[in-house]
Structures are given as C-alpha cells and as structure tokens.
C-alpha cells in the first residue's frame, strides 16, 4: 500500500477544469506504478457518467474507480489546485483538494479511506492541507493517522 508519499504529492497544481485535476492525481498514480492509464481514464470515465458523487466535502474531490481499471497496488495520491475548479456539485465546489484513490481488491483501501477520515474530518488539518509549502508538510499533518 502506497499511501501519500512524497512522490505522490504536488502542490499548486494548475488545471482548467475538473478532468484535468482527475487526470493530474491520476498520473502521479501512473509514474509512481501503482496505477495504469486506463484507470485515470477510467477515473475521468467515472466523472463523465456519474457526475460528481466524489466530491464529499467543500473543496475536496476523491476521485476513484473500481480496481480492476487498472490498479497494481492500493495507492492514494494528493494534489492542491493553485486555483479551486467546479466539478458541478450543488454544495461541496469549488474543489482545490484532489486525493485520487487507487483501491485494490485487497482490504488496503478500507485502511485508506479510514486515514482520510481520520485526516478530513479535522477542520485545521484541512487549513494545514491549503497551507502547506512541501509535500513533507502534508506527509506531517497524517503522522497520527498513518498507523
């Protein structure tokens, strides 16, 4: 399980719109191995039928597809927008906070997603994330959450 680590962080991203943030999240899925093409495809995918059903919270998207698009190893990515794009949700846009959620078909992603949680539920945590100057800082802020 590869749970944000360094190479899996970008700050300040710039994108236009809300497959271009699906995408970004994706690829660093894609260079760190843990996830192929064909399943940020799918993520966008995803997007274009549902909508924006992922986007749980005001300013933050967890885009995701099912395992078997193309995931090799349960992997969660994070990037922070330079500038909050619409995804089309009624309350929760616009979105800034991109984690892309690469589940396996192993119980790794419940653990994930309990990490998250753990993590986006805490308001200042969520200040830290908009803040944060390094991917370092952001690895910091899940030191209590990441056992």
């Given at each position: 399980m590869k749970?944000?680590?360094?190479?899996l962080i970008?700050l300040?991203v710039?994108?236009l719109?809300?497959?271009?943030?699906?995408?970004?999240a994706g690829?660093?899925?894609?260079?760190a191995g843990?996830?192929?093409?064909?399943?940020?495809?799918?993520?966008?995918?995803?997007?274009?039928?549902k909508g924006p059903?992922?986007v749980?919270?005001?300013g933050?998207a967890?885009p995701h597809?099912?395992?078997e698009?193309?995931?090799?190893e349960?992997?969660?990515s994070?990037?922070?927008?330079?500038?909050a794009v619409a995804?089309?949700h009624?309350?929760?846009?616009?979105?800034?906070l991109?984690?892309?959620l690469?589940s396996?078909?192993?119980g790794?992603h419940?653990a994930?997603l309990r990490?998250?949680?753990?993590?986006?539920?805490d308001?200042?945590k969520?200040r830290a994330?908009?803040?944060?100057?390094?991917?370092e800082e952001?690895?910091?802020?899940f030191s209590?959450?990441?056992h």
């Amino acid at each position: 399980m590869k749970f944000l680590q360094p190479n899996l962080i970008r700050l300040d991203v710039e994108v236009l719109h809300a497959e271009d943030a699906i995408r970004a999240a994706g690829e660093l899925l894609e260079a760190a191995g843990t996830a192929d093409a064909s399943y940020t495809d799918a993520m966008v995918e995803s997007y274009r039928d549902k909508g924006p059903y992922f986007v749980l919270a005001p300013g933050i998207a967890l885009p995701h597809a099912k395992a078997e698009s193309g995931v090799n190893e349960a992997s969660v990515s994070f990037i922070r927008l330079k500038r909050a794009v619409a995804f089309g949700h009624k309350t929760n846009d616009p979105v800034d906070l991109v984690f892309a959620l690469g589940s396996s078909a192993s119980g790794d992603h419940i653990a994930m997603l309990r990490m998250l949680t753990l993590l986006l539920n805490d308001p200042d945590k969520v200040r830290a994330l908009r803040t944060a100057r390094s991917p370092e800082e952001v690895l910091a802020l899940f030191s209590d959450v990441n056992h």
